[in-house]
């Protein structure tokens, strides 16, 4: 399973140039960008780190991480490549100059500072990976079968055409067997496996609280049933005319008790709905957020280098105590339901985002969002406001100048032109950007897995091997 | 690619085709709502405004205006005009208006960022909308004719005018028509061309009541309403006693509307070398097979590359299909016909990249929000043998309108026809525009790659403003 932890700090508002200059240095070897560092961490999908400017707070460090398995086997290959400069970086933030952390950053302190990261780490509120099955080491494996695979074939396979698709099939895995001879060994776990795991992830740990008040409930109503229609259990086996009067009664009374139960629940929801309508009406919002030329060409000299993107931003949460309900609500709505319903990586019809995550920061008062996806800025956002803009307005509505929205999840995101201004001005450019594999996309990712699972089979019939060939 | 149609198979179609009528009539340039499909020959005449003292080109729009062309009906000549951002420095455009422009429209085609994410390398270009580059263009006159000698006088008047207002014709590229044998029109490699057209309808009409190809009028017309039912957003000023003389009102108070009926084209001569692709064709078909496993072609290759027949038949399993109203999901899933990654997929996937059956309406809405209205032409005589280079200098112009180029033509070259990694490509581009690069051509039992060369270098382009009739009027009277 793959896992996402920022490392959020506010910074000493003194020493912001000094530490945008150590997090440029992370990746510079003499005056050229370089990852090689980076590289020798053996479960990192992305990283970045970006300090967030803003008029009413003191700026704010954000460092991402997205990686295979726990933190606790992650900070150590992190701190093997860089912990002097994390150090270094970490001393800017106004947490390094306090109390307990300060013998830390002294001149020439080497105690770990994996307990100052897990101090000042934070979990995502609501994450959705794009190809969870996918470990680092199985995507960069599966990358290379696919290279030799193409190279093997040629432009006009005239080694294999001769045959039909199980027979394509066949012949490859039989060139393959010579060549990768861990293909004889089951994966371990399958894509299925894991994407199973991943499904069920955040309905596991609350499965005994479901079973439990699943109980209650049950017994409760079914005790009052009984009791009204006049059975006792003890009592011996009743007639037929008192079963057939006891089911009536039975029938009649289940779906009184239900009709009753919801009635309440609207008349109980009524208030807080029109509340929720009467601040959506009322909300202020901004028809035309400010963007500069400027701006835009920061973002612009930084995006479309390599096939994916990234993409950082923060907005204020609206005030008010309706609003911190919804948002945490929202959220883990999100959070418990994207498991279920995107376990393929498909949010709606797009697959295109590798790791993204909302968290809440500073006391709920912040919203983060980061996201690791591919093609453009412009063909991301497109995406959010064509096929996603419901969730996307669940998450964003309750944060402070959103497009306008109606019961949560209705237009917000559908406005277009106004929700990809508002979004780009919430973003801030990112010092250091890094990706495990700059030419994978989420749906090469799998397409090579895909790829490398068939290969695993000893034989193939004609539909299976038919579909298996379209993706060489 | 991008010429007009001239015959085109009737797409289906459920809501009328938007026309403008009445003062709106009046007041758009005719080459939004027409092709001018009669007049089969053309000069686009590149205009360079003096940097100072500039009055000149102000003179020169004002007493222009009268004479171009609107939509109101048909006209023997049509003359339409359009200006670059830098083009609007030159006629005291101020900068706080030149903010409310569309962004691109401001920073130009050939900025290091645009250009790379174009695809572009325009250093080398012949002309540009780049204020800094000597041969950069300030304004684009459109000049059609029924006749090669009314064009000719037509440009030769047009020249004298400029002239006369201290005004240079950078450059001029004159624009061919070539028939096919059922009087369809023909681009250099030889292929039918514009075929794909959105067509206009009332930007009121839902989304759910639009045929196939429908779009909103907002999405080719700034002031209309657009694909997310607002108007589409155009350039403004702050109201005065003189540009009230002009414009109308614009939605903010306080301002008039300098945007509305106009439009953005986007134009870009595209070099074709027609020899380079019929012998990389012959080449690279060499040992591959064809639909029927016999040995492949150079025309099968180039029909797999373009997506649709010569005659411009979209491919397809069952065969070829006539017309626009195809979609993929349903006949050609997998590419067996049609390829993924073929040129006609990528410029206009339509509902072919939908993960299941259930998503293929929300992805032809999706897709509908990036059409783009082409009006493009072929440059340079038609090659007398396709696989002999005569040295001729022969292409297309690229012409296509949209209210947000960003989200319509930038997204269209950068995600779709440029993107290494569209359908099921890994590190392929589009095998008639892009850069060299292996081509995946669906085949059974397995893909076949031929590698396929470039054949067409941008050798010049620009954003440029096509104003309305009263926007026109209003730039003529800046000065």
């Given at each position: 399973?793959?896992?996402i932890?920022?490392?959020?700090?506010?910074?000493?508002?003194d020493?912001?140039?000094?530490?945008r200059?150590?997090i440029?240095?992370?990746t510079?070897?003499?005056?050229?960008?370089?990852?090689?560092?980076?590289?020798?961490?053996?479960?990192?999908h992305?990283?970045?780190?970006?300090i967030?400017?803003?008029?009413?707070?003191?700026?704010l460090?954000?460092?991402?991480?997205n990686?295979?398995?726990?933190?606790?086997?992650?900070?150590?290959?992190?701190?093997?490549?860089?912990?002097?400069?994390?150090?270094?970086?970490f001393?800017?933030?106004k947490?390094?100059?306090?109390?307990?952390?300060?013998?830390?950053?002294?001149?020439?302190?080497?105690?770990?500072?994996?307990?100052?990261?897990?101090?000042?780490?934070?979990?995502?509120?609501?994450?959705?990976?794009?190809?969870?099955?996918?470990?680092?080491?199985?995507?960069l494996?599966?990358?290379?079968?696919?290279?030799d695979?193409?190279?093997?074939?040629?432009?006009?396979?005239?080694?294999?055409?001769?045959?039909?698709?199980?027979?394509?099939?066949?012949?490859?895995?039989?060139?393959?067997?010579?060549?990768?001879?861990?293909l004889?060994?089951?994966?371990?776990?399958?894509?299925?496996?894991?994407?199973?795991?991943?499904?069920?992830?955040?309905?596991?740990?609350?499965?005994?609280?479901?079973?439990?008040v699943?109980?209650?409930?049950?017994?409760?109503?079914?005790?009052?049933?009984?009791?009204?229609?006049?059975?006792?259990p003890?009592q011996?086996?009743?007639?037929?005319?008192?079963?057939?009067?006891?089911?009536?009664?039975?029938?009649?009374?289940?779906?009184?008790?239900?009709?009753?139960?919801?009635?309440?629940?609207?008349?109980?929801a009524?208030?807080?709905?029109?509340?929720?309508?009467?601040?959506?009406?009322?909300?202020?919002?901004?028809?035309?957020?400010p963007?500069?030329?400027?701006?835009?060409?920061?973002?612009?000299?930084?995006?479309?280098?390599?096939?994916?993107?990234?993409?950082?931003?923060?907005?204020?949460?609206?005030?008010?105590?309706?609003?911190?309900?919804?948002?945490?609500?929202?959220l883990?709505?999100?959070?418990?339901?994207?498991?279920?319903?995107?376990?393929?990586?498909?949010?709606?019809?797009?697959?295109?985002?590798?790791?993204?995550?909302?968290?809440l920061?500073?006391?709920t008062?912040?919203l983060?969002?980061?996201?690791?996806?591919?093609?453009?800025?412009?063909?991301?956002?497109?995406?959010?406001?064509?096929?996603?803009?419901?969730?996307?307005?669940?998450?964003?509505?309750n944060?402070?100048?959103?497009?306008?929205t109606?019961?949560?999840?209705?237009?917000?995101?559908?406005?277009?032109?106004?929700?990809?201004?508002?979004?780009?001005?919430?973003?801030?450019?990112?010092?250091?950007?890094?990706?495990?594999?700059?030419?994978?996309?989420?749906?090469?990712?799998?397409?090579?897995?895909?790829?490398?699972?068939?290969?695993?089979?000893?034989?193939?019939?004609?539909?299976?091997?038919?579909?298996?060939?379209?993706?060489? | 690619?991008?010429?007009?149609p001239?015959?085109?198979?009737?797409?289906?179609?459920?809501?009328?085709?938007?026309?403008?009528?009445?003062?709106?009539?009046?007041?758009?340039?005719?080459i939004?709502?027409?092709?001018?499909?009669?007049?089969?020959?053309?000069?686009?005449?590149?205009?360079?405004?003096?940097?100072?003292?500039?009055?000149?080109?102000?003179?020169?729009?004002?007493?222009?205006a009268?004479?171009?062309?609107?939509a109101?009906?048909?006209?023997?000549?049509?003359l339409?005009?359009?200006?670059?951002?830098?083009?609007?420095?030159?006629?005291?455009?101020?900068?706080?208006?030149?903010?409310?422009?569309?962004?691109?429209?401001?920073?130009g085609?050939?900025?290091?960022?645009?250009?790379?994410?174009?695809?572009?390398?325009?250093?080398?270009?012949?002309?540009?909308?780049?204020?800094?580059?000597?041969n950069?263009?300030?304004?684009?006159?459109?000049?059609?004719?029924?006749?090669?000698?009314?064009?000719?006088?037509?440009?030769?008047?047009?020249?004298?005018?400029?002239?006369?207002?201290?005004?240079?014709?950078?450059?001029?590229?004159?624009?061919?028509?070539?028939?096919?044998?059922?009087?369809?029109?023909?681009?250099?490699?030889g292929?039918?061309?514009?075929?794909s057209?959105?067509?206009?309808v009332?930007g009121?009409?839902?989304?759910?009541?639009?045929?196939?190809?429908?779009?909103?009028?907002?999405?080719?017309?700034?002031?209309q309403?657009?694909?997310?039912?607002?108007?589409?957003?155009?350039?403004?000023?702050?109201?005065?006693?003189?540009?009230a003389?002009?414009?109308?009102?614009?939605a903010?108070?306080?301002?008039?509307?300098?945007?509305?009926?106009?439009?953005?084209?986007?134009?870009?001569?595209?070099?074709?070398?027609?020899?380079?692709?019929?012998?990389n064709?012959?080449?690279?078909?060499?040992?591959?097979?064809?639909?029927?496993?016999?040995?492949?072609?150079?025309?099968?290759?180039?029909?797999?590359?373009?997506?649709?027949?010569?005659?411009?038949?979209?491919?397809?399993?069952?065969?070829?299909?006539?017309?626009n109203?195809?979609?993929?999901?349903?006949?050609d899933?997998?590419?067996?016909?049609?390829?993924?990654?073929?040129?006609?997929?990528?410029?206009?996937?339509?509902?072919?990249?939908?993960?299941?059956?259930?998503?293929?309406?929300?992805?032809?809405n999706?897709?509908?929000?990036?059409?783009?209205?082409?009006?493009?032409?072929?440059?340079?005589?038609?090659?007398?043998?396709?696989?002999?280079?005569?040295?001729?200098?022969?292409?297309?112009?690229?012409?296509?309108?949209?209210?947000?180029?960003?989200?319509?033509?930038e997204?269209?070259?950068?995600?779709?026809?440029?993107?290494?990694?569209?359908?099921?490509?890994?590190?392929?581009?589009?095998?008639?525009?892009?850069?060299?690069?292996?081509?995946?051509?669906?085949?059974?039992?397995?893909?076949?790659?031929?590698?396929?060369?470039?054949?067409?270098?941008?050798?010049?382009?620009?954003?440029?403003?096509?104003?309305?009739?009263?926007?026109?009027?209003?730039?003529?009277?800046?000065?």
């Open positions: 399973m793959p896992t932890v920022d490392v959020v700090l506010e910074v000493d508002p020493s912001v140039e000094v530490m200059q150590r440029r240095a992370v510079n070897l003499n005056g050229a960008l370089s990852f090689t560092r980076l590289e020798q961490i053996p479960q990192l992305f990283m970045s780190m970006q967030f400017e803003d008029d009413h707070f003191d700026p460090f954000v460092f991402e991480n990686f295979d398995g726990s933190a606790d086997t992650y900070w150590p290959g992190v701190m093997a490549q860089l912990s002097d400069d994390l150090r270094s970086i001393a800017c933030t947490k390094a100059k306090e109390g307990e952390w300060v013998s830390l950053f002294q001149a020439g302190g080497k105690d770990s500072l994996v307990p100052f990261i897990e101090a000042h780490s934070c979990s995502p509120s609501a994450q959705h990976f794009g190809a969870v099955a996918n470990s680092l080491p199985r995507i494996r599966d990358r290379g079968v696919f290279l695979i193409q190279s093997e074939l040629g432009g006009t396979c005239s080694k294999y055409r001769q045959w039909d698709a199980p027979g394509v099939h066949a012949a490859l895995r039989q060139w393959a067997l010579q060549k990768y001879k861990w004889q060994d089951p994966e371990k776990p399958t894509t299925d496996q894991a994407t199973s795991t991943y499904k069920w992830s955040t309905v596991r740990p609350v499965m005994p609280w479901l079973v439990f699943f109980v209650v409930i049950a017994g409760t109503l079914g005790s009052y049933v009984l009791h009204r229609c006049g059975i006792l003890w011996g086996m009743p007639s037929l005319g008192t079963i057939a009067a006891f089911a009536g009664r039975f029938t009649l009374t289940l779906i009184g008790s239900v009709v009753v139960m919801v009635v309440i629940l609207i008349l109980a009524i208030a807080p709905y029109r509340a929720l309508r009467r601040l959506e009406e009322s909300d202020f919002s901004q028809g035309r957020p963007l500069t030329l400027e701006q835009l060409k920061l973002f612009a000299g930084q995006e479309d280098q390599i096939v994916q993107n990234h993409l950082a931003s923060m907005v204020l949460v609206k005030p008010g105590m309706l609003r911190a309900f919804l948002i945490r609500n929202a883990r709505a999100l959070h418990f339901a994207v498991p279920i319903v995107a376990w393929d990586g498909y949010l709606g019809s797009m697959r295109t985002i590798h790791f993204a995550h909302w968290t920061v500073g006391n008062g912040r983060l969002f980061l996201s690791n996806f591919d093609g453009s800025w412009q063909s991301y956002l497109n995406d959010f406001v064509d096929k996603a803009a419901r969730g996307l307005t669940l998450a964003w509505g944060c402070v100048g959103f497009p306008p109606r019961n949560l999840v209705l237009e917000g995101a559908a406005h277009g032109t106004q929700f990809k201004a508002w979004a780009r001005q919430s973003q801030t450019q990112n010092i250091l950007w890094y990706s495990a594999y700059t030419d994978l996309t989420v749906n090469q990712i799998i397409r090579n897995a895909s790829i490398v699972d068939g290969l695993r089979k000893t034989s193939m019939q004609m539909k299976e091997a038919e579909q298996w060939a379209q993706l060489l | 690619m991008g010429s007009a001239l015959t085109v198979p009737a797409a289906t179609s459920a809501n009328p085709e938007w026309k403008p009528k009445g003062e709106t009539a009046a007041d758009i340039q005719g939004i709502v027409s092709a001018y499909p009669k007049q089969h020959f053309a000069m686009f005449m590149m205009v360079r405004f003096p940097a100072s003292p500039a009055a000149g080109a102000n003179g020169w729009l004002a007493q222009l009268p004479r171009i062309t609107d109101t009906g048909e006209r023997d000549m049509c339409n005009v359009a200006l670059s951002a830098a083009g609007l420095t030159v006629l005291g455009v101020s900068d706080d208006v030149k903010s409310t422009f569309s962004i691109p429209f401001q920073e085609m050939t900025t290091d960022n645009r250009a790379r994410f174009l695809g572009d390398a325009p250093a080398t270009w012949r002309w540009s909308d780049c204020g800094a580059n000597p950069c263009v300030h304004a684009l006159l459109m000049v059609y004719a029924l006749t090669r000698s009314a064009l000719n006088s037509a440009v030769a008047d047009e020249a004298a005018t400029l002239a006369s207002f201290g005004l240079t014709v950078a450059g001029q590229i004159l624009l061919q028509v070539n028939l096919g044998p059922h009087g369809e029109r023909r681009e250099h490699f292929f039918a061309d514009g075929i057209q959105p067509i206009l009332d009121n009409i839902p989304v759910e009541k639009r045929a196939l190809n429908e779009t909103p009028v907002g999405e080719v017309v700034l002031g309403i657009n694909t997310y039912g607002t108007p589409a957003v155009g350039p403004i000023v702050a109201t005065s006693t003189m540009a003389q002009h414009l109308q009102g614009a903010m108070e306080g301002f008039l509307d300098l945007g509305l009926n106009g439009t953005y084209i986007v134009v870009r001569q595209l070099k074709q070398d027609v020899a380079k692709f019929w012998n064709m012959k080449t690279a078909s060499a040992d591959l097979l064809d639909d029927s496993r016999k040995p492949a072609t150079d025309e099968w290759l180039a029909q797999k590359a373009v997506g649709r027949t010569l005659d411009g038949k979209m491919l397809n399993p069952a065969g070829p299909v006539d017309g109203s195809m979609t993929f999901f349903a006949s899933p997998t590419g067996y016909g049609c390829p993924i990654t073929s040129h006609v997929r990528r410029a206009n996937p339509r509902d072919g990249l939908a993960p299941t059956a259930k998503d293929t309406q929300d992805m032809i999706a897709t509908n929000r990036h059409r783009i209205m082409r009006r493009g032409r072929i440059y340079g005589a038609p090659i007398a043998n396709r696989y002999v280079d005569d040295g001729d200098d022969r292409g297309l112009v690229f012409v296509c309108m949209n209210s947000e180029i960003e989200r319509q033509f997204f269209v070259q950068h995600t779709w026809l440029l993107n290494p990694m569209f359908g099921m490509g890994y590190n392929e581009s589009d095998p008639i525009l892009g850069a060299r690069c292996p081509y995946s051509i669906p085949s059974k039992p397995v893909r076949q790659q031929p590698m396929i060369e470039t054949f067409i270098t941008p050798v010049g382009g620009g954003y440029l403003f096509l104003p309305s009739l009263r926007a026109l009027r209003y730039l003529g009277a800046l000065r």
